[in-house]
């Protein structure tokens, strides 16, 4: 049961303009290193390379960083790596060159990488560069010998970047409203990198998204252009599905560096048409994803592999930069751990997602001694192995996973929170609901049952009928309600119409043509079969 000021807190969470190093599971000693060197880099004026990592979060945090200190130093450069060449975190070859393009450069901040970079670290100490880790991934078997780590695994890598940021300013007597305006990219990233929105996440969050609706950023305002969004009306499923993965788009695609741009850009022209070009990249995106998904479930269903507790696909022409997400959508469709690799001569890169109950992470550092690099967190990883070494691999997950996996925790269920009538369901149920947003992991939006209600009419919808739209009917009732269960569609010849159903559904607002009208967002449906 929970108290009075627990409750209060959730429905008002505190500001994050009075979070500590201990809120936010950092350790301030570290902190204070960081600052130390931070301060130390601005007097002397020596070069300074924020590099981060190309997905939202890496790019987010980056931007804070490298924004912020250029308000101090104009010798101060973001870095993002390109995912093919460079591949993910600190690069010796990049970290040369960096060095060599500016013999001036004495220090350099990892955010969203680093942690389990020793070796790169080392590199860098040796051409007389040292290095603050800031990063929220799993720490490895050694933590880096580093002037400063600047790690906690309860938030994203932006708010790491943002606290550091506040503290830097704090530092130099500046007024903090001006960091207030970076918790846009707080909420985008927290939300992109798919934090469990209770807590401190949920403090960032849902304040990051008040500034988001009222951000001044106008790479931010072109991407709403762009994609049809209006300021005020962004929520967690717009970042989610829709500004994230544009952002996400170009690492995958090309280079993360065209994301960054926008973000940082005052020109609104430029925005704009950066905005164009993360449109249209992240539809490539979206071809090439399914493209692999489709190839990597034919592989797996000709080979029997759905029934292994653990799915590993591999193929040559498997795009490094969107393996993440056919990984994920197969983990979704089968309920299983999936590995998807993209397979080369020497070296073959992959990722993988999982499911609760199995923390992918632990397993594949349990193969490390056949690995190359590896990183990641309990859901998502992500590692580089010799392919000669991938069939033996293969089979020592699986291994893991038959041991670890049984079929309660294979078996896909849904969470239902309070069963009622469909007449019952009004405006102000939703409204009332609205009050405990943001919805997301950890804090999911309230799932409900209504039964016997009567299907009107029906039809699918989208690309291909992908989707199933219909209309159901309250018992003893004039009451009818519009629906919609994405993905659904093949059900359409399976229903009759005035047939009685049991419905899982949330709410949603639809808005059409300038109206607003209440919907049920259907998670789940079964009728009597005869």
Not at 114 to 131: R, Y
Not at 160 to 181: G, H, T
Not at 479 to 503: M, N, T, V
């Amino acid at each position: 049961m929970k108290n009075k000021k627990q409750v209060e807190e959730f429905l008002n969470p505190t500001s994050p303009r009075l979070f500590t190093e201990k809120d936010l599971g950092l350790t301030k000693k570290e902190v204070d290193k960081a600052l130390k060197r931070i301060a130390q880099a601005i007097k002397k004026k020596e070069g300074i390379i924020v590099y981060g990592d190309y997905d939202a979060d890496g790019i987010c945090s980056t931007a804070i960083i490298w924004e912020t200190l250029y308000r101090f130093t104009k010798n101060v450069l973001p870095y993002i790596p390109e995912r093919v060449s460079e591949g993910y975190g600190l690069n010796q070859d990049s970290i040369a060159k960096l060095k060599s393009e500016n013999p001036n450069l004495k220090l350099i901040i990892t955010v969203d990488q680093g942690i389990t970079a020793n070796e790169k670290i080392e590199f860098a100490k040796s051409l007389g560069i040292e290095v603050i880790v800031c990063d929220h991934h799993q720490i490895g078997e050694k933590i880096p010998d580093c002037t400063a780590v600047v790690h906690t695994d309860k938030v994203c890598a932006a708010a790491i970047a943002w606290f550091l940021a506040k503290k830097v300013s704090q530092q130099a007597r500046e007024n903090l409203k001006i960091m207030e305006k970076d918790l846009d990219l707080v909420a985008i990233a927290t939300i992109a990198d798919l934090q469990p929105l209770l807590g401190i996440n949920r403090s960032l969050t849902k304040h990051g998204l008040k500034v988001l609706n009222e951000t001044k950023r106008c790479g931010l305002l072109e991407i709403f252009e762009e994609a049809g969004l209006k300021s005020g009306e962004i929520g967690n499923y717009e970042v989610g599905f829709i500004i994230a993965p544009r952002l996400n788009a170009m690492g995958r695609m090309e280079h993360a560096l065209e994301s960054l741009r926008l973000i940082c850009t005052p020109n609104k022209n430029q925005a704009r048409d950066l905005a164009q070009k993360l449109g249209l990249t992240n539809k490539e995106r979206q071809t090439l994803t399914e493209e692999v998904t489709k190839h990597a479930r034919q592989l797996l269903l000709a080979s029997g592999g759905e029934s292994q507790k653990l799915i590993f696909i591999s193929h040559e022409t498997y795009q490094e930069g969107v393996i993440g997400l056919a990984a994920g959508k197969l983990a979704e469709e089968f309920y299983r751990p999936a590995v998807v690799v993209s397979k080369g001569e020497i070296y073959s890169k992959a990722s993988a997602r999982s499911v609760n109950g199995f923390n992918i992470i632990e397993a594949i550092r349990a193969c490390s001694d056949l690995l190359v690099e590896v990183g990641g967190h309990p859901m998502a990883a992500g590692f580089t192995v010799e392919t000669s070494k991938l069939a033996v691999l293969k089979s020592r997950l699986e291994e893991l996973a038959n041991k670890e996996l049984d079929e309660q925790k294979l078996t896909k269920t849904l969470k239902v929170d309070c069963e009622l009538p469909l007449a019952a369901v009004k405006r102000e149920l939703f409204e009332k609901i609205a009050e405990f947003a943001p919805f997301g992991l950890g804090n999911p939006s309230p799932v409900f049952v209504s039964r016997k209600v009567r299907l009107v009419d029906f039809r699918s919808v989208g690309n291909s009928g992908k989707h199933l739209k219909f209309k159901v009917a309250a018992p003893d009732s004039s009451l009818i309600f519009e629906a919609i269960a994405f993905s659904w569609g093949s059900l359409a010849p399976k229903l009759l119409p005035g047939q009685e159903i049991d419905i899982a559904y949330g709410l949603q607002i639809n808005y059409w043509e300038g109206q607003e009208k209440l919907e049920l967002k259907i998670k789940d449906l079964k009728w009597k079969k005869d």
